[in-house]
C-alpha cells in the first residue's frame, strides 16, 4: 500500500507531501525512527495498518495514551519516590558520614582503609537510578514522542548533574519540571525552568545579587554553612561574607539568550546580558542545602528600570523576570533558534528552510504550542522527503535505545545500559556545558566512537529475544533485516553477514553473530 | 610506489587465510614503504590542551607586579607572597610550582593578552572560533588542526597522524584529513577475550563497513581499523613512566600519560589534543588555594610528569594550553569571574623559546582594557598557533590553515627556537 493511499485511509490528521516511493510500511519505519526510539518487532506492520498519521496524532496526544507497563516499572524506582527535600538530606549525610570516616582515616594514619559501608556510593547508586530509569522510559514507554521530546527538552535547557547541589536537584528538575510541560507550550516551559532551583543553581542565577545590596538582618544566608551566630569565630565571619554574593553573575542572562531563546546570533549585546542579569537579580533558592524551592528575595533585586533588545522593562520586583521570558519566549529570533533545532531533531542535521519556516509559523499561530509546532513539522513534505529518510546518525542514547527495542531486550534495573551509552560518549545529564549534548551526526560519528558501538552491539546481541535461532541462514537474515532494520537492509550487508555465519554450525551462534554484525554495522546507526 | 594501506590491509587479511603470512609483518611493510626518511622519533609532535570553560588567565599567569590586579580582585588575588615569580611582573599561579623547574631551564614559555579579535564572550561561540581558526565566522567546516593535515601530507601514512583523546572527536580535528578519537588507549578496538575470534570480528566489521559508500560512517570505520591494527603491532601499552614519574590521578594526567606512550610507541603521532575542563569559575574561585588552585594544581603536575616521562624525546615536542577567553579583570559578586576577554596560554617543549612571558602586556588601567572591562587581546591567536605550526611543524601553507588571515612571520612572538 502506497503512502499517499494511507494517507486518505486514515481516519484523521492533515494531508502532506510524501515521497512517491515510500509505502505505508516505510513511513511507518520512518516514523518510529524519529518520533520513537525505533521500531519494535512487527510494530512498523502495526502502524502502517493503524494509520501513520493517525498514529502520529495519537503521540501528539499523549495524556490519552494508556501507559500501564511504564507505570509499573516506573514503581522499581526508589529514586521517585523521594522529593527534593529528601534527596538533600540523604546527600548531607553522605557527605558527613564520609567527612567522618576520612576524619577518622587520618586520625588513624591510614589512608588506605577500607571505607566500610558507604552512604555515597547508595546515594550515588539512587542518583544513577536516574540514568536507568531514562533508558527505560525511552525503551517501553508507550508515549514516545513525550519521550524524544523529554530528551530534546533536557538537552535545551540542560543542567549537569555533577555541580554541587544539582546532585539533589536534578530529579526534580527533571519530574516536575521538564516532563509535565514537555508538549506544553514553549513560555511556560522556559519560565518553569527558570524558576527552577535546578538550574538557579547551574546557572549561578541563585547568587546574583544587585550590587550594594544588602540582607534584612538577622541574614539566614541560602549559603551559610552554619547556623548564623552560634559559637561563630572572627574568621568563620569573614569567611561567611566572603561567601555573601555581592554583586551581579552574568551566566544564566547570557546562556538565557544565546541557547534557551533568542540563539547566539539573535541580535542581543553585552549590554542586553547585563540587564537581563539585573532583572534577575533576587531570583533565588531558598536554602538550597536542605534541596527548598525558588524564593525571591526583593533585598537582592536591582531597582533600576532595564532596557533589554529596546523594550523598556520598569522595576517591577519578581513580575519583570517573567514579563522578560514572555518577551523573549514570544520573539521572532527565539521561534526561529528553537524550530531550527527541532527540525534537526526530527528532519535532517541541516533542515531545510521549508519546515523551519513552517513550524515558525505554526509556533505564531499557536503562540508557542509545542504539538502545534510539532504537526507543522511532520506534515511538512520535508520530514517525508527521500533526502531525509535514513539521513540522520542515531546519537548514541538512540542507538542503545533502539538496538534494546529492536531485540525485545527487556531493560534491566542494572547500570548496565546507562553505561553503555556513557561508554559512546552521552552519559546522561553529565554534559557540563550549558549547551546540552548535540545533534548532528558530525558530533558522535569517528572511529573510537564506532568502534564502541560494535561492541556495545555485540553485547546486546547476546540477549537478543526478538530473533530466534534458524537454521537456515538465508531465512535468519531475512528476518533479521525485517525485526531490526524494518527491511532496509543493504545487499552488501547482507551478503557480509551471510558469508560471516556460513561455517558456525551452531544456530545460536549464528543468531548472536548475526544480529550483532547487523546492530553494530551501518545501517543501523542510520535512522 | 606507494601501496595503498587500504588495498594492503585487504589484501594482508588474505594473505593470511591463504599463505598463513602474517599481515601485520607485511603491514608494516607497506607502512615503511610511504615513510618519510628520519626517524620517527625524530618526527615533530604538538599536543594541544585545551582548557575548556575559559580559564582565568590572571590567576594562571599572575601580573604581580599591577597594583590594578589587586584594587580589582580583593577577595581572590593570589598574593604576591603566594606567587611563583617569573620575571618581576608576572608569575604562576603557586600550584603551578611544579613547573619552575621548565621555565628556569628555558623550555617554558607563558603568552599573555592572547586571544580572539572576535569580542564574543559566549563559551559556545568563542571555543567554535578557537577551534574552526576562523574568528568571526561560522561557516567553516573543518578544524585548522585538520586542516593542517589537509595540506601538509607528509606523514599522513599514520591513522596516528592526528588523535584527539576522548569519545569524539572535537571540532578542531574535525575534516576530510583522517584523524581519530581515542577513549582509552587500553580499551581501543574490539573486545573479544579470544584473538582469533577478535581478529574475526573485526574483519567483519571492516567489510560490512567498506560497503557504507563514502560518507562519515565509512571512512570513520577505515581509520578505526587502521589504527587496530597498527596498535596491536606497537603495543603502546607497555610503555610504562619513566621511574619516578607520576602522573597524578584523574583524566588529565591518564591522558597525558597515553599520549607519552604513543609518543614512545613510534605510530607517528604528530597532533595529540586532549580537552580539560573545570574553568568556568563564576563562584568562589579561590585564590591561592581554593576552586581554580586545584585544577591549577592537577595540571602543573600533569605537565611536568609528563616533560619528565619524555626526558630527552621532549626536544621535538611542544605542548600547548588554550582557552577560549579569559575572564573580567573585577571579580564578581560572587567571589569568582565573569566571561571576559583575552586570556593566558603555556607553551613548553624543547623547541619552545622559553624564560619569557610573550606578546605586549596591554596593562589593566581601565582605559587600556577591552570594553572598559576586560584584558585587551594584544596577540591573535592564530599568529602563535601559525607559529608553532610554521616553525615546528614544517607548515607550507599557513594561508590554508587559516583562511582568510594572512600570517606574517613578523607578528610571530618568537615562541619557537629559530
Known amino acids: 500500500m502506497h503512502f499517499i493511499l494511507a494517507i486518505a485511509l486514515a481516519a484523521q490528521g492533515p494531508a502532506s507531501a510524501p515521497a512517491p516511493a515510500l509505502t505505508a510500511r516505510d513511513s511507518a519505519f520512518h516514523a518510529l525512527n524519529r518520533l520513537a526510539y525505533g521500531a519494535r518487532p512487527g510494530e512498523a506492520d502495526s502502524i502502517a495498518r493503524f494509520g501513520v498519521m493517525r498514529w502520529i496524532e495519537r503521540q501528539l496526544d499523549a495524556d490519552h495514551v494508556p501507559d500501564p507497563r511504564l507505570a509499573a516499572r516506573e514503581r522499581e524506582f526508589k ?17 558527613r558520614e564520609r567527612q567522618q570516616m576520612q576524619r577518622e582515616a587520618a586520625a588513624s594514619g591510614d589512608s588506605m582503609r577500607p571505607r566500610g559501608p558507604a552512604p555515597m556510593r547508595e546515594f550515588r547508586e539512587l542518583g544513577g537510578e536516574l540514568q536507568q530509569l531514562a533508558i527505560v ?24 548533574v555533577g555541580k554541587g ?22 513560555e511556560d516551559l522556559l519560565i518553569a525552568t527558570a524558576r527552577s532551583p535546578a538550574m538557579l543553581f547551574y546557572l549561578d542565577n541563585a547568587q546574583s545579587v544587585a550590587p550594594g545590596s544588602a540582607p534584612p538582618r538577622p541574614f539566614m544566608s541560602p549559603f551559610r554553612r552554619r547556623r548564623f551566630g552560634m559559637n561563630e569565630t572572627n574568621e568563620e565571619r569573614q569567611q561567611r561574607q566572603r561567601r555573601q554574593p555581592t554583586g551581579i553573575n552574568e551566566n544564566y542572562a547570557r546562556e538565557l539568550m544565546e541557547l534557551h531563546t533568542l540563539g547566539v546570533d539573535g541580535g542581543y549585546n553585552q549590554q542586553d546580558v547585563i540587564n537581563v542579569a539585573r532583572i534577575f537579580t533576587g531570583w533565588s533558592i531558598e536554602r538550597p542545602e536542605r534541596g527548598a524551592g525558588f524564593v525571591y528575595h526583593d533585598w537582592a533585586h536591582d531597582q533600576g528600570d532595564k532596557v533589554v533588545l529596546g523594550q523598556k522593562f520598569k522595576s517591577d520586583g519578581e513580575d519583570e523576570g517573567v514579563q522578560l521570558l514572555k518577551f523573549l519566549a514570544n520573539q521572532h ?11 534537526a531533531r526530527f528532519v535532517a542535521d541541516e533542515p531545510p528552510d521549508g519546515c523551519i519556516d513552517a513550524a515558525v509559523a505554526a509556533w505564531e499561530r499557536s503562540r508557542g504550542d509545542i504539538r502545534t509546532v510539532l504537526r ?32 525485545g531486550v527487556e531493560p534491566d534495573d542494572t547500570p548496565r545500559l546507562a553505561q553503555l551509552v556513557a561508554r559512546l560518549g552521552e552519559p546522561l545529564y553529565q554534559q557540563p556545558a550549558p549547551t546540552g549534548y548535540a545533534e548532528t551526526e558530525a558530533h558522535w560519528v569517528n572511529s573510537g566512537a564506532l568502534l564502541a558501538r560494535m561492541n556495545a552491539a555485540m553485547a546486546i546481541a547476546k540477549d537478543c529475544s526478538s530473533i530466534p535461532a534458524i537454521d537456515d541462514h538465508a531465512r535468519l537474515v531475512d528476518t533479521i533485516d525485517q525485526q531490526l532494520l524494518g527491511g532496509t537492509m543493504s545487499t552488501h550487508t547482507r551478503s557480509v553477514i551471510l558469508e560471516q555465519i556460513t561455517d558456525l554450525t551452531d544456530p545460536e551462534q549464528a543468531r548472536v553473530m548475526a544480529v550483532g554484525l547487523a546492530l553494530g554495522g551501518p545501517d543501523f546507526q542510520k535512522q | 610506489m606507494t601501496i595503498s594501506r587500504r588495498v594492503f590491509v585487504k589484501s594482508g587479511g588474505l594473505a593470511l587465510v591463504s599463505l ?37 588567565g590572571l590567576n594562571m599567569i599572575v601580573p604581580h607586579g599591577e597594583a590594578a590586579y589587586y584594587q580589582e580582585r580583593p577577595r581572590i588575588a593570589v598574593p604576591a607572597k603566594d606567587v611563583v615569580d617569573l620575571d618581576g611582573h608576572f608569575g604562576l599561579h603557586p600550584s603551578l610550582a611544579p613547573l619552575k623547574e621548565l621555565w628556569d631551564n628555558k623550555s617554558l614559555a607563558a603568552v599573555h593578552a592572547i586571544g580572539s579579535p572576535d569580542g564574543t564572550r559566549s563559551h559556545f561561540d568563542a571555543q567554535d572560533y578557537m577551534e ?20 601538509d601530507q607528509e606523514h599522513a601514512n599514520t591513522p596516528f597522524r592526528a588523535v584527539a583523546f576522548g569519545p569524539q572527536l572535537p571540532r578542531i580535528l574535525a575534516g576530510s584529513a583522517p584523524s581519530l578519537a581515542i577513549d582509552d588507549l587500553q580499551a581501543f578496538g574490539l573486545r573479544v577475550p579470544q584473538e582469533a575470534a577478535r581478529d574475526r570480528l573485526t574483519r567483519a566489521f571492516e567489510e560490512l563497513y567498506d560497503g557504507a559508500g563514502t560518507g562519515l560512517l565509512a571512512s570513520s570505520s577505515r581509520e578505526g581499523f587502521e589504527a587496530v591494527q597498527m596498535l596491536k603491532r606497537a603495543d603502546p601499552t607497555q610503555y610504562r613512566p619513566t621511574a619516578g614519574v607520576d602522573y597524578p590521578p584523574g583524566r588529565l594526567g591518564k591522558t597525558l600519560l597515553q599520549i607519552a606512550q604513543l609518543i614512545k610507541a613510534d605510530v607517528g603521532l604528530e597532533i595529540a589534543f586532549a580537552d580539560c575542563s573545570g574553568w568556568d569559575t563564576h563562584v568562589n574561585q579561590g585564590s591561592s588555594e581554593g576552586q581554580l588552585s586545584a585544577r591549577l594544581r592537577e595540571l602543573g603536575l600533569a605537565l611536568a610528569a609528563f616533560n619528565h616521562d619524555l626526558g630527552d624525546r621532549m626536544r621535538n615536542i611542544v605542548v600547548l594550553t588554550m582557552s577560549e577567553f579569559g575572564r573580567t579583570i573585577r571579580e564578581n559578586g560572587n567571589s569568582g569571574t565573569d566571561h571576559g576577554h583575552a586570556t593566558a596560554m603555556l607553551a613548553l617543549g624543547g623547541p619552545v623559546n622559553g624564560g619569557r612571558v610573550l606578546g605586549r602586556w596591554p596593562g589593566l588601567g581601565v582605559e587600556q582594557r577591552f570594553e572598559g572591562r576586560d584584558v585587551a587581546v594584544t596577540t591573535d591567536f592564530r599568529d602563535l598557533f601559525g607559529e608553532i605550526l610554521a616553525r615546528h611543524q614544517g607548515a607550507a601553507d599557513l594561508g590554508s590553515v587559516f583562511p582568510g588571515y594572512t600570517p606574517d612571520p613578523a607578528r610571530f612572538l618568537g615562541a619557537i627556537r629559530g
Open chain 1, 79 to 95: 529514586i521517585l519516590d523521594y522529593d527534593r527535600a529528601d534527596l538533600a538530606g540523604r546527600y548531607r549525610d553522605a557527605v
Open chain 1, 137 to 160: 522510559r525511552a525503551a517501553i514507554s508507550e508515549r514516545q514522542l513525550r519521550e524524544v521530546m523529554v530528551d530534546f527538552w533536557t538537552n535545551h535547557f540542560n543542567v549537569f
Open chain 1, 165 to 186: 547541589a544539582d546532585r539533589f536537584l536534578l530529579p526534580s528538575y527533571i519530574e516536575e519540571t521538564i516532563r509535565p510541560r514537555a508538549l506544553g507550550n514553549f
Open chain 1, 333 to 343: 529570533a527565539t521561534m526561529h533558534h528553537v524550530s531550527a533545532k527541532l527540525c
Open chain 1, 376 to 407: 507543522a513539522i511532520f506534515t511538512s513534505p520535508d520530514f517525508w522527503s527521500a533526502q531525509a529518510v535514513r539521513s540522520k546518525v542515531k546519537t548514541p542514547f538512540e542507538f542503545v535505545v533502539s538496538a534494546v527495542r529492536a531485540t
Open chain 2, 20 to 56: 598463513g603470512l602474517d599481515p601485520l609483518f607485511l603491514a608494516r611493510a607497506a607502512f615503511a614503504s610511504g615513510r618519510p626518511t628520519g626517524r620517527p622519533s625524530d618526527r615533530p609532535t604538538l599536543v594541544c590542551l585545551f582548557q575548556r570553560g575559559a580559564v582565568d
Open chain 2, 132 to 151: 574552526s581558526g576562523t574568528p568571526g565566522v561560522k561557516s567553516t567546516g573543518d578544524g585548522w588542526m585538520n586542516r593542517y593535515c589537509q595540506h
